[in-house]
């Protein structure tokens, strides 16, 4: 883990192939570390990680920054040492009262924020591809989806019942 911690600080592993790959396209890859020795190393001893199964971005994503900053524990790196820190962000959540207009406010430290998708189907492009044995079977399609829109549903208000700490009761809060 040591090193892969190094590569991403270095880039050390990410440089393009020899001159002489890059002359053959057929055999042109990037010199480095494989992605399958990637997920062996990190998935090591971990049930669902150290399989070949389809595995969920994310969680695989927060298992690796773990892994890395155990390791960087170990070590006795400092935190802005850390290869991890490129990913580590402030995100803040603000809930105002509906009674006494009072302000609570709360920074926590995360590495990744999930944000909504908005699906809508384009109604009219049923389109005929190849499903299970050879049949032929409908393929849906969808609008495509700005990353703006995803970031702006993911910060919009919501209301919530709360209890306040400056009323002393039970209140709508503004989230």
């Given at each position: ?80 040492d850390e290869a991890t820190e490129a990913f580590r962000f402030g995100m803040e959540q603000k809930l105002i009262c509906g009674e006494c207009q009072g302000v609570r406010l709360k920074v926590d430290s995360v590495d990744s924020i ?62």
């Amino acid at each position: 883990m040591l090193k892969i911690s190094d590569g991403l600080r270095s880039g050390r592993y990410s440089r393009p192939g020899s001159a002489t790959q890059q002359e053959d396209a057929s055999k042109r890859f990037q010199e480095g570390i494989k992605p399958n020795m990637f997920k062996a190393l990190v998935g090591k001893g971990h049930e669902e990680f150290s399989t070949m199964r389809q595995q969920d971005s994310e969680e695989f994503l927060q298992h690796l920054i773990q892994r890395l900053r155990d390791e960087a524990k170990k070590r006795d790196f400092k935190q802005e040492d850390e290869a991890t820190e490129a990913f580590r962000f402030g995100m803040e959540q603000k809930l105002i009262c509906g009674e006494c207009q009072g302000v609570r406010l709360k920074v926590d430290s995360v590495d990744s924020i999930s944000v909504p998708m908005p699906v809508k189907e384009i109604e009219s492009s049923v389109v005929l591809g190849a499903g299970d044995a050879g049949s032929a079977a409908p393929t849906k399609q969808y609008e495509p989806v700005d990353l703006t829109t995803c970031l702006r549903m993911a910060v919009e208000s919501v209301t919530l019942d709360w209890t306040c700490p400056k009323c002393n009761k039970g209140v709508k809060a503004l989230k």
